[in-house]
């Protein structure tokens, strides 16, 4: 379940999406403005290979922007989906299909490519082709935390590096594991063994010694991905909980979210 969609089910676009959120009623990127989601539409699968949107072997989705004529544009949906990682948004894919639109799931963006494609006209231009990847497939693993070392302004320059990808770089050479890992490490060591909620100490050292604190996403209902450290807070399970389970998790989320300028002025 990601935003109460289940993976699979069919919606109705107009009631189910636009009732929610609002958003453009047309095209394939919705942006609404007063919820934090992209929702992205796909057609079905077909045409020439490398023209259409389809699911790689490797498990990437590769997702066509916007723009029907001419070299499409970075900005509106295609600059949402690329910013990603700084703008925190959920990207929620849906198929359409006769009867409704199917949910596939929530995903994040790993990168995209410019690649020569024809447009509506039947012209070659250049296309962006968003790689995504199901969110759940990039699951925070907690385990293999780092041990903090002493170089904590190194840990934040990888950290900041991951976040933001390089300008005029279509795409990070580091992987979006990497790049999350990055940021994870560079949170927890920052927290320096006291959650970034409470202030109290961890409650217990991972086997590798490091102090036990959870990467927690202020700004997405989904851990896991690329995110940015100014929005990646370092909790204690409790507040963790509290946060995702809790009857006061929005209020406590941002109280969080206040507490992170400081954090990471
Ligand atoms: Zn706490
Ligand atoms: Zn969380």
């Known amino acids: 379940m990601s935003w109460g969609f289940e993976r699979g089910r069919i919606y109705n676009r107009r009631a189910d999406i636009h009732g929610r959120f609002n958003g453009q009623q047309r095209g394939g990127i919705v942006t609404p403005a007063e919820h934090a989601v992209i929702v992205i539409f796909t057609g079905e699968e077909g045409e020439a290979h490398g023209y259409s949107d389809r699911w790689r072997d490797d498990g990437v989705f590769e997702y066509f922007g916007e723009g029907q004529i001419g070299d499409m544009v970075m900005q509106k949906g295609n600059r949402a989906i690329a910013e990603q990682a700084v703008n925190g948004k959920s990207i ?22 410019t690649r020569r494609a ?28 780092l041990p903090a070392t002493d170089n904590l302004a190194e840990l934040r320059k990888r950290a900041f590096a991951a976040a933001t990808p390089a300008p005029g770089k279509a795409k990070s050479t580091a992987t979006v594991f990497e790049r999350s890992r990055d940021v994870r490490d560079y949170v927890v060591a920052r927290a320096k063994g006291h959650c970034e909620g409470c202030t109290q100490s961890a409650p217990f050292l991972r086997t590798n010694g490091v102090p036990y604190l959870e990467p ?16 990646v807070i370092a909790l204690c399970p409790n507040c ?5 389970s809790g009857a006061d998790g929005a209020e406590y989320n941002g109280k969080l979210l206040l507490s992170m300028k400081a954090i990471e002025a």
């Open 118 to 145: 024809p447009d509506r006209a039947g012209n070659m231009r250049d296309a962006f082709v968003f790689e995504l990847r199901p969110i759940d497939n990039v699951t925070t693993v907690v385990d293999d935390i």
């Open 240 to 244: 963790h909980r509290r946060v995702h």
């Open 92 to 113: 929620l894919l849906f198929k359409i299909l006769p009867n409704g639109v199917e949910f596939e799931g929530e995903m994040i963006c790993e990168g995209y490519q």
């Open 216 to 231: 927690h996403h202020i700004r997405r209902l989904t851990d896991g991905g690329p995110d940015d450290p100014r929005f």
